[in-house]
Antibody
Framework: EVQLVESGGGLVQPGRSLRLSCEASGFSFEDYAMHWVRQAPGKGLEWVSSINWNSRVIGYAGSVKGRFTISRDNAKKSLYLQMNSLRAEDTAFYYCAKDGAGKSYGYGYYYMDVWGEGATVTVSS | VLTQSPGTLCLSPGERATLSCRAS???????LAWYQHKPGRAPRLLIYGVSSRATGIPDRFSGSGSGTDFTLTISRLEPEDFAVYYC?????????FGGGTKVEI
């Protein structure tokens, strides 16, 4: 069974940093791109960042570019999101998601076929 | 930008639901997906590539469209289908989601 488990969320003051982790199991992690998607309270889904299978193709939403860094460790089957200079508007539920396509389909990142249960990030003084 | 309409759809079990997703520019290679999201649950992939159903998705869910106009149809609503539905384009980066359509009783 494919599973994604996020950790590292919590309450943090504005301007501080937080690192989210996502541990994957049940599939060949190294063959798939991965994504971070968030949902702010009362809002819809917002794409945050994606990384392809070999970390060569990475993308960020404009709202987090320059502050957030996505990375992965294929040996540890883990995905990370380093969040710096956090703002109140970064308060959200953060989901880790597996790409549906796989490296045999293409070099980039596409859609999300399996999602974790999410982690809460609250930015407040 | 993806614009979903209507914002809310009020229907009864057994009725047909038609959800719209309009893109501000052509979605490359018809790279469009649909997701179902219920409160407190992880989102669930329904459709990818405009019309391909994801594994385990019942055939009452269908996707159609091309270019800039896409539709998710639920042929006969079941009680478990009442949720928020999002479209997502993956034809170009940045990826993006629509604002969502809430299907409620």
């Amino acid at each position: 069974e494919v599973q994604l488990v996020e950790s590292g969320g919590g309450l943090v003051q504005p301007g501080r940093s937080l690192r989210l982790s996502c541990e994957a199991s049940g599939f060949s992690f190294e063959d798939y791109a991965m994504h971070w998607v968030r949902q702010a309270p009362g809002k819809g889904l917002e794409w945050v960042s994606s990384i392809n299978w070999n970390s060569r193709v990475i993308g960020y939403a404009g709202s987090v570019k320059g502050r957030f860094t996505i990375s992965r460790d294929n040996a540890k089957k883990s995905l990370y999101l380093q969040m710096n200079s956090l703002r109140a508007e970064d308060t959200a539920f953060y989901y880790c998601a597996k790409d549906g396509a796989g490296k045999s389909y293409g070099y980039g990142y596409y859609y999300m076929d399996v999602w974790g249960e999410g982690a809460t990030v609250t930015v407040s003084s | 930008v993806l614009t979903q309409s209507p914002g809310t759809l009020c229907l009864s079990p057994g009725e047909r639901a038609t959800l719209s997703c309009r893109a501000s520019q052509i979605v490359s290679t018809n790279y469009l997906a649909w997701y179902q999201h219920k409160p407190g649950r992880a989102p669930r992939l329904l459709i990818y590539g405009v019309s391909s159903r994801a594994t385990g998705i019942p055939d009452r869910f269908s996707g159609s469209g091309s270019g800039t106009d896409f539709t998710l149809t639920i042929s006969r609503l079941e009680p478990e289908d009442f949720a928020v539905y999002y479209c997502q384009q993956y034809g170009s980066s940045p990826l993006s989601f629509g604002g969502g359509t809430k299907v409620e009783i």
